[in-house]
Nanobody, 116 residues
Framework: QVQLVESGGGLVQPGGSLRLSCVYSGSDFSMGWYRQAPGKQRDWVATVGVAGITNYTDSVKGRFTISRNNAKNTVYLQMNNLKPEDTAVYYC?????????????WGQGTQVTVSS
């Protein structure tokens, strides 16, 4: 019954902005955003805890903001000043679930392309 549905991606010029959304199943756990560029591993981008505490990978600090609406089971990623190296498929997931042995569920992701 795991549900992860990402949306909001698109094509944007360098310096532009996008806001991603992810609807998830369950509650009372941290949520994270991850991304995977072609030919690269999937990397962690940001995490927001139940109470709103956030963490970011260094390359997006000051540009991306992760937030959540617990009542709507939705996590967001506001991406500003986008760079070509941000181009990737973006996924949401639950860090606590990812730590479970054998857990490997991912949604379809949403494509973000930053190009002039």
């Amino acid at each position: 019954q795991v549900q992860l549905v990402e949306s909001g991606g698109g094509l944007v010029q360098p310096g532009g902005s996008l806001r991603l959304s992810c609807v998830y199943s369950g509650s009372d756990f941290s949520m994270g955003w991850y991304r995977q560029a072609p030919g690269k591993q999937r990397d962690w981008v940001a995490t927001v805890g139940v109470a709103g505490i956030t963490n970011y990978t260094d390359s997006v600090k000051g540009r991306f903001t992760i937030s959540r609406n617990n009542a709507k089971n939705t996590v967001y990623l506001q991406m500003n000043n986008l760079k070509p190296e941000d181009t990737a498929v973006y996924y949401c997931n639950t860090p606590s679930r990812l730590r479970m042995p054998g857990y490997n569920y991912w949604g379809q992701g949403t494509q973000v392309t930053v190009s002039s």
